[in-house]
């Protein structure tokens, strides 16, 4: 049982009540959507809409959003790509772009006045996305070195004295199949929720001093901080972005040259 927590005016929601949100559609079922769901719908349009728009106003000198796609590309490609995986890393320039904007647009959800609410700060889209290059780094390590030589390259790492194995060996597999799913998720996960806790939290506590009583005298405190917070998750948002693409750049350009 959740009990609303009473700090002098104001009441603070549960927890619950900040990232569970009712069914809208499809009411009841496994195809149930609410607004995290809609959120994600809304955070791929944007992302096609970025690239598709720009593709059909294509002009020799760029601008406007032709400027702004070209631009991310740029970042992506000379940003990450060529940075972790070289040259041959170009051909990924697509997929870590999508990735990049995909959750970018999920994670400034939380900025958008009536909607607040990141559709990162559910557990269930940093898993999948972890969960997905956790997979595509595996594949592109077994299909560029082949099964026994990807295992011996990640569990048995050059230049180690054979002595050492007993110990790195256990660590290595640990480190790559088992922490780096479950560290890209969480780190995505908890900064987007703490984040989303704590605009929630400052935007009550302005509301609650909303008031003709002496204490309003305290508000502009909290709205102070609320409009620091803003602009703070909006750098959390892009770097917590920029965090997971490049680290889905750096695992699959691992697996593809285990000489680096």
Excluded: C
Aim: no cysteine.
């Amino acid at each position: 049982m959740t009990l609303p927590v009473e700090i002098l005016a104001f009441e603070y929601p549960p927890i619950s009540h900040l990232v569970e949100w009712p069914d809208i559609f499809f009411k009841g079922s496994a195809f149930a959507i609410n607004k995290v769901v809609l959120g994600y719908f809304l955070a791929v349009i944007a992302t096609l809409a970025i690239f598709v728009l720009a593709g059909r106003k294509a002009a020799l000198v760029p601008s406007g959003i032709q400027n702004v796609a070209e631009s991310s590309i740029d970042f992506i490609r000379n940003g990450i790509v060529m940075q972790t995986m070289g040259p041959s890393g170009l051909a990924w320039v697509p997929f870590l772009t999508t990735l990049f904007f995909f959750i970018l647009f999920n994670n400034m959800l939380e900025l958008v006045p009536g909607w607040q609410m990141p559709g990162t700060a559910r557990m269930a889209l940093p898993a999948f996305l972890a969960v997905l290059v956790w997979v595509l780094f595996n594949v592109v390590g077994i299909k560029s070195q082949g099964i026994g030589g990807y295992l011996k390259s990640t569990l048995f790492p050059p230049g180690v004295p054979p002595a050492l194995y007993l110990l790195v060996t256990p660590i290595e597999f640990v480190s790559t199949f088992l922490v780096r799913p479950f560290s890209l998720a969480v780190r995505l996960f908890a900064n987007l929720l703490a984040g989303h806790i704590l605009l929630v939290t400052f935007a009550v506590l302005s509301a609650a001093l909303w008031v003709g009583d002496w204490y309003a005298v305290f508000l502009p405190l909290p709205v102070v901080m609320l409009i620091f917070l803003f602009g703070f998750e909006l750098l959390v948002s892009f770097l917590q972005a920029y965090i997971f693409t490049i680290l889905a750049a750096v695992y699959i350009g691992g697996a593809m040259h285990p000489e680096h």
